[in-house]
């Protein structure tokens, strides 16, 4: 496994990955992918213009030795104020503080690690980039295996959307909470070329 900020030249890769995997959570129709596209593509142009405040991280993986490195997942990270995104979801996360989302796991590559991998990263990256110790993410009730993941992980749930939240068409969220380790030195990955270790 393999994790490094996402260049401009990644984004449509990212793109198609997330588009799917919002289509599928969305339990939308294939058709919607091409929609969803275009909503992302201008999503991560927006956020990509704030970084250092955030970064969206993309995972290379291969199976085994000799074979080409295949795109595996993309995560989405902020460490401040200024990077925090408007509109993230209920229960609300402190605005300050390091918020960990938009986890993707390309489908057939998922129970793997990659997810893990993708998550160990955000931190390592949060833990160089922000003095903030904690560290908050959302993972819908339904979702029991990164539910599990983000358990094992060592996050607690801290607050749980209302029943109500059903009748705007939403799942129910838990949001979770980790204390981080802060490390001396911070990185720039403003030029998108350092890699992470996974």
Known sequence: MWVRVVKAEDTDVAVALLSESFAESMMLPGAYVTVLGFLVKQYLIERRALMPHTATLIGFYKEHEGEDLELAGTVEVTFDRRGANDSTPSPTTPKDSPYICNMAVKKPLRRRGIGWH???ASEELISKMSSSREVYL??????????????????????????????????????????LQVLDCPLDFSESNEQLPS
């Open 118 to 120: 993708l998550l160990k």
């Open 138 to 179: 959302h993972c819908r009730m339904i979702d029991e295996a990164p539910f599990n993941m983000y358990t094992k992980a060592g996050y607690n749930v801290v607050k749980t959307d209302s029943i109500l939240i059903l009748l705007t068409l939403q799942r129910r969220k838990h949001l979770m909470r980790k204390e």
